[in-house]
T-cell receptor, first 115, second 114 residues
């Protein structure tokens, strides 16, 4: 059974710092990996999608890497800002034996960026 | 264009009541997913539709949960005889088709069972 773990569970940093959020998964048979942001009381906003054949994706100050063989992904946030404060969720897309597909999520990392 | 919408945004139900949660996916999206998110946890898969066909309902917690998508667009998640443990945020997501595409999420429905 696929399990996704995110470390740390919470992180508090001063504004301007570069930071790394970690995600690990137990089964390397994934289709892709998606990083999301969730603000309190809101739905999920997709940040980056990395296909299983890719090593990294970049969008603005965000860079996500994927090492499928070791079951790890990192989300790097450069020059953090207070507006980056949110919970960041990592999810892997799997195809089940029955031909279905779904996302398996970690519990998230709650990030606080202090002004 | 319009994103995924869900209604109601908030629902309070007394234990034992039936509830119906609606999801309007992005127009033309073939795949539709329901997830349940308990407080402080990541979302957990409930069920998956491809057009009107429910291909996977393995995540539904009990036979009190039922989902449908009769015309391949709007979907309804119904919970019968609600229990306190059903309190959670119910998220709907849609995707254009293949697993290569990302899933787009709605704002969720927060269900509180009292």
């Amino acid at each position: 059974k696929q399990e996704v773990t995110q470390i740390p569970a919470a992180l508090s940093v001063p504004e301007g710092e570069n930071l790394v959020l970690n995600c690990s998964f137990t089964d390397s048979a994934i289709y892709n990996l998606q990083w999301f942001r969730q603000d309190p009381g809101k739905g999920l906003t997709s940040l980056l999608l990395i296909q299983s054949s890719q090593r990294e994706q970049t969008s603005g100050r965000l860079n996500a890497s994927l090492d499928k063989s070791s079951g790890r992904s990192t989300l790097y946030i450069a020059a953090s800002q207070p507006g980056d404060s949110a919970t960041y969720l990592c999810a892997v897309r799997i195809i089940t034996q029955g031909g279905s597909e779904k996302l398996v999520f970690g519990k998230g990392t709650k990030l606080t960026v202090n002004p | 264009g319009a994103g995924v919408s869900q209604s109601p945004r908030y629902k309070v139900a007394k234990r034992g009541q039936d509830v119906a949660l609606r999801c309007d996916p992005i127009s033309g999206h073939v795949s539709l997913f329901w997830y349940q998110q308990a407080l402080g946890q990541g979302p957990e898969f409930l069920t998956y539709f491809q057009n009107e066909a429910q291909l996977d309902k393995s995540g539904l917690p009990s036979d009190r949960f039922f989902a449908e998508r009769p015309e391949g667009s709007v979907s309804t998640l119904k919970i019968q005889r609600t229990q306190q443990e059903d309190s959670a945020v119910y998220l709907c997501a849609s995707s254009p088709g293949t697993a290569l595409h990302e899933q787009y999420f709605g704002p969720g429905t927060r269900l509180t069972v009292t």
